[in-house]
């Protein structure tokens, strides 16, 4: 998640979140030689898109802390995996 965090979204983790998406989407984590082209070409195009969503939405929530929901996570992935993935965060 990316929206509503103080401060916000870096363009590293928006670069981080659209390559995951074009990975998940073709289907590889690193494309041919072939089809390098259309990857990163992807990868623009879906950071661009996150950006403009990311300006576009609008909420009455207040910003939520990034260390705050880190901890959270971290709780919850030791809740469902066990304590190893707690030991390794």
Do not use: W
Not at 15 to 30: D, H, L, M, P
Not at 42 to 47: S, T
Not at 79 to 85: I, K
């Amino acid at each position: 998640m990316l929206h509503n965090f103080e401060p916000p979204a870096t363009d590293d983790e928006v670069e981080a979140a659209a390559i995951q998406y074009v990975r998940k989407v073709s289907g590889t984590t690193r494309p041919s030689q072939a089809n390098e082209e259309a990857f990163d070409e992807a990868v623009r195009a879906v950071m661009a898109a996150t950006q403009h969503l990311l300006e576009s939405l609008v909420t009455k929530a207040p910003p939520r802390d990034r260390e705050v929901e880190a901890a959270k996570a971290k709780a919850r992935a030791a809740e469902r995996y066990g304590n190893r993935a707690a030991a390794s965060g």
